[in-house]
């Protein structure tokens, strides 16, 4: 039999013990059972939708007389279709310039399950060395070629285009647009290029990060760079900026219909609940409505890269996603340790999750947060 206890144990040594956190929160604060009232500088709520307490009352409200269980009880393809779902499918691919979306149970099952369907043993997957585990994960399940090229590293991404043309029936080029780690940004109309240039190539993005956060009405990079329709996946998360539960990808009515037919999590989960899709819906329609917020998002966390660029420390981000490079992990323990005894909420980010030698604090801001509280931030830092 295998050591679990002593694995575990190895685990603590290194430091490296994963645990639960206890954990309450209370609108932008949070507190743990020895840390009272931190302000919350590692949430993903971007918008401040997810505490929005009026908003949810109003939601609460206007759903009262309508049929929306808590469960949809079966997979779509069964008997766990409420209307809900294709009313918000079609919503959303009106809002994406009138192409196709389909809902998934969360990001997770979006990039785990696409892949592995779309792929055929003639693709080669072109991801960046930074995507999400899910996508790795994705890439693995789908069992066909895959390369890593250098993480936002354009130039390295065509020569192996370069190298491979003709050699697979089609290659598939997969990235985030903000990534989570480093927080920059990838140069999406560069990739638009390469797609043309070369033949048979398709588009992966995953705009977890941005979705709701970036562009006029919220659609993220892709509708920033005006290049939505030239995406062949273009992939979301409801868990973040939306406030919700569950995840899309926006795609030609092609590969939705095949999706339906070949995509494993899609086809053997149970569906989410009608209640969370209303939830959702209610917050995509009023997505364009929330510029004082993307704009807010925007302003804090351009004034906190200017305020370390001013004092000479360097941070790959171009977003709200703003990592501070410690290098040493002990050291970046202690800080982290530090900024929460001082009421900021911020965590630890240790190889392997980033390169040896890159060990950070990563800070995720939001929209609740405002300009003196970085300034309390910088002077703690
Ligand atoms: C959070 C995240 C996911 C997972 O989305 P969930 O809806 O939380 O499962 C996928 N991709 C990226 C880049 C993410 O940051």
Not at 122 to 146: E, P, W
Not at 166 to 171: D, G, I, L, V
Not at 207 to 215: F, T
Not at 305 to 321: D, F, K, N, Y
């Amino acid at each position: 039999m295998y050591n679990y206890n002593e694995a575990l144990s190895v685990l603590e040594q290194q430091g490296n013990l994963r645990q639960l956190p206890t954990i309450e929160q209370q609108q932008k604060y949070l507190s743990t059972p020895n840390q009272q009232q931190m302000l919350n500088l590692s949430s993903n709520d971007y918008l401040g939708l997810a505490s929005d307490a009026a908003m949810q009352a109003d939601f609460i409200n206007a759903i009262q007389s309508k049929a929306l269980p808590f469960s949809s009880s079966s997979s779509r393809l069964l008997t766990g279709n409420y209307p809900i779902y294709a009313a918000l499918e079609s919503l959303m691919g009106e809002r994406f310039g009138g192409r196709s979306a389909l809902l998934f149970n969360s990001g997770y099952h979006a990039n785990l399950g696409i892949l592995p369907a779309v792929s055929t043993k003639q693709t080669l997957i072109l991801a960046d060395k930074l995507v999400h585990a899910s996508i790795i994960d994705g890439m693995k399940l789908a069992g066909c070629a895959f390369v890593r090229y250098r993480h936002n590293d354009m130039e390295h991404l065509e020569q192996l285009l370069k190298k491979e043309t003709n050699r697979y029936e089609q290659y598939i080029i997969v990235t985030e647009s903000i990534f989570s780690m480093d927080g920059d940004v990838v140069d999406l109309n560069t990739l638009v290029q390469l797609k043309a240039r070369y033949q048979n190539v398709m588009l992966y993005v995953d705009e977890a990060h941005a979705i709701g956060a970036y562009g006029k009405s919220g659609l993220g990079i892709a509708e920033v760079e005006y290049c939505i329709e030239q995406i062949d996946f273009l992939v979301g998360t409801f868990g973040k900026a939306l406030a919700s539960v569950g995840a899309y990808v926006i795609c030609s009515e092609t590969i939705k219909q095949y999706l339906i037919n070949t995509m494993r999590p899609l086809i053997f989960s149970t569906a989410l609940p009608p209640i969370n899709v209303a939830w959702s819906y209610y917050l995509f329609e009023k997505l364009p409505q929330f510029t004082a917020q993307r704009t807010q998002l925007a302003a804090v966390s351009g004034y906190f890269r200017t305020q370390l660029a001013e004092r000479g420390v360097l941070t790959p981000s171009q977003s709200h996603i703003i990592p501070y490079i410690v290098g040493d992990n002990e050291a970046c323990m202690q800080q982290a340790l530090q900024l929460q005894k001082r009421g900021f909420y911020v965590l630890p980010v240790r190889p392997p999750t980033v390169p040896v030698g890159t060990a950070r604090l990563r800070f995720s801001f939001t929209a609740s947060i405002q300009e003196n509280e970085i300034n309390q931030l910088i002077a703690a830092l």
